[in-house]
């Protein structure tokens, strides 16, 4: 047990329960303090407490009989005083007993050489960050010695408690409350190593810590030395509840406690800091932390916790990064990186004015309806666009005048995570990024511009509407020169079925056209026998002669394929006429088939 002792009688009589009630009956006796060590030259007196039936307590001293037996270095008198003399490695046996119920408790009391540092019952008080050089106390030839102390600190900060500069084993144990039964850390790594203990305040803003003398019980050498220092940590600035910084406006801060796994301390998690930063979607941002006392690492995110910009520059250089997003607000994570305690540091973050602005958000995206040709940018991040459109009809989306690198996407989907087509205009900047595609039930079209390395890109974007689809299979009475069918393809194919005389010979031509386009002549309608085909490079007509094996009566299958999307063309079927010698209108010369008049 803990020493005891005090050159003026040793402690006041203790504290104790209310008194019992009447009819209340008494159960034991126990003789007090709970120490069990004298210093030589001073005295320690003891008390007898009553415990009763219904949990009341007396002080009996005055009601018991003291006697002491193989007094070892002590002389002891009858009211339960004892004076130590002679440091001695035996004990002495002191007994109460209780006159009117005969109830007795016994107490071993030993004589030590070494200044005693607090009890159970009185702990020795010191200072935070002020270093004590103490004692273990002696506890006897079968009983640990122990050290007692307190602390007054603040409440929920974080406090490191360093043992030091031991000349025997020992231990250190952190608890928060008086009773010293709600331990908080402990270390004990053996023989002489330093104790390391780190703890957060408890709401009393009282730590109770003990020193354990791991067995220092040899009659030579009894009690080990030390230095004890408790330190103040640093402020803890929780992710669970985020310090806001504003723009433009120095924050000095610093980083919280260290978690650890283990008693030797292998660090868990460093410490960590969280910021909010009440940003504009698409602005951009710079951060920077400088005056650093400890190497830190810098994390920016977003709300939805994606990576916005880093910094990790080793040791106590200033840390910089910049970002957008597309969300508000944004988060700052600053990381402890090797270091024991906290580091401090300032913490600024600025807006880049003058720097390119992404347009639209994902939550609010710029309604460019009516606004064509658009005249747009982007900056480090995406822009994003709206504009209604008619269900069902088709479209094309075109981004032109690029000067940088650019993506464009385009859909139905409003949350912008799902595209029905996209074009990239890769390292050529001229190039048109086109997206051509169909809606589908919707009223809303959905753009995204994204900068794919040319931040600050700029372009003209324009939504059109091609008002037509692809014709399919289409019955048609068979066209001539005179009377050509209008059509139209997209960048599908337009098909087209026309009745024809098996034997003659026809001409299927292709003009006016306002795109590259294929042309493919069949007589089946599931287009297994070409009979001619077309295709020249660009916009030119396109023509091929056929003759139809097939029965009288019955039809051709045309194929119009456009590789440029919403061309148009005139579809005519003439029949041509074989001549000898020189050829009209409409005729085929025998040796020249593919020159007409």
Same mark, same amino acid.
């Given at each position: ?271 960590? =800091?969280? &910021?909010?930063?009440? /940003? @504009? *979607?698409?602005?951009? +941002?710079? !951060?920077?932390?400088?005056? %650093?006392? #400890? ?87 995406? =822009?994003? &666009?709206?504009?209604? /459109? @008619? *269900?069902?009809?088709? +479209?094309? !989306?075109?981004?032109?005048? %690029?000067? #940088? ?87 599908? =194919? ?104």
């Amino acid at each position: 047990m803990a020493a005891e002792g005090g050159g003026g009688g040793g402690p006041a009589p203790p504290s104790i329960d209310p008194p019992p009630g009447s009819g209340a009956t008494l159960t034991s006796i126990a003789i007090t303090p709970q120490g069990s060590v004298v210093k030589v030259g001073e005295t320690l007196q003891l008390y007898a407490i009553g415990n009763y039936s219904d949990g009341g307590q007396l002080d009996l001293t005055s009601e018991v009989t003291w006697l002491g037996s193989t007094l070892n270095g002590i002389t002891f008198s009858p009211t339960g005083l004892v004076t130590a003399h002679t440091a001695t490695f035996s004990s002495s046996r002191i007994t109460a007993t209780h006159v009117s119920s005969g109830l007795s408790d016994i107490k071993f009391v030993y004589v030590s050489s070494y200044g005693l540092e607090g009890s159970i019952d009185s702990p020795a008080v010191i200072t935070e960050d002020v270093a004590h050089n103490g004692e273990v106390n002696f506890g006897g030839p079968s009983v640990n010695g122990y050290s007692y102390y307190t602390v007054n600190v603040t409440p929920d900060n974080a406090y490191y408690f360093f043992l030091e500069n031991l000349s025997r084993d020992v231990s250190l144990k952190i608890y928060d409350d008086a009773a010293f039964s709600n331990v908080v850390c402990t270390s004990d790594k053996g023989g002489t190593a330093d104790e390391l203990c780190v703890a957060i305040a408890p709401v009393s803003g009282i730590f109770y810590i003990i020193v354990d003398g791991n067995g220092t019980r040899d009659t030579s050498d009894r009690g080990a030395s030390y230095t004890l220092t408790v330190r103040p940590g640093y402020m803890d600035e929780p992710a669970s509840d985020n310090i806001i910084v504003p723009l433009n406006t120095p924050y000095n801060g610093q980083i919280g406690r260290y978690v650890y796994d283990d008693e030797a301390f292998t660090p868990l998690m460093y410490g960590i =800091s969280f &910021y909010e930063i009440p /940003v @504009t *979607p698409t602005g951009r +941002y710079t !951060v920077n932390i400088t005056s %650093l006392t #400890g190497d830190v690492e810098m994390v920016v995110l977003s709300s939805i916790s994606e990576v916005l910009c880093a910094s990790n520059n080793a040791g106590t250089a200033d840390e910089a990064c910049s970002f957008q997003t597309e969300r508000t607000p944004a988060y700052i994570r600053v990381d402890e990186v090797n270091t024991l305690v906290g580091a401090s540091y300032t913490l600024t973050v600025t807006e880049d004015h003058g720097a390119y602005i992404s347009e639209g958000t994902v939550v609010s995206p710029i309604d460019i309806t009516g606004s064509m040709p658009y005249h747009g940018h982007v900056g480090g991040i995406n =822009s994003y &666009y709206s504009v209604n /459109v @008619t *269900p069902n009809q088709s +479209y094309e !989306v075109r981004g032109s005048g %690029l000067d #940088g690198e650019l993506g464009l996407y385009a859909g139905n989907i409003s949350n912008f995570n799902s595209w029905d087509c996209s074009d990239f205009s890769g390292s050529n900047p001229t190039k048109d990024v086109v997206c051509r595609f169909e809606p589908a039930t919707t009223s809303t079209l959905y753009i995204r511009m994204t900068p794919n390395g040319g931040i600050g890109t700029e372009y003209f974007l324009n939504v059109t509407s091609t008002a037509y689809t692809a014709e399919n299979t289409t019955l048609l009475e068979t066209p001539d020169k005179d009377t050509p069918y209008a059509g139209q393809v997209d960048d599908t =194919s337009s098909q087209y079925e026309i009745p024809v005389n098996t034997g003659k010979l026809y001409r299927v031509g292709l003009s006016t056209v306002s795109g590259d386009i294929t042309l493919n002549v069949y007589d089946d309608i599931g287009h297994t026998a070409l009979l001619c085909t077309s295709n020249n490079t660009g916009i030119v007509d396109e023509y091929c002669l056929t003759e139809p094996s097939v029965p009288s009566g019955t039809n051709i299958y045309v194929e119009i394929i456009g590789s440029t999307y919403g061309s148009k063309f005139n579809l005519t079927v003439d029949r041509v006429y074989r001549q000898e010698g020189g050829c009209s209108k409409f005729c085929v010369n025998l040796t020249k088939a593919d020159i007409f008049s």
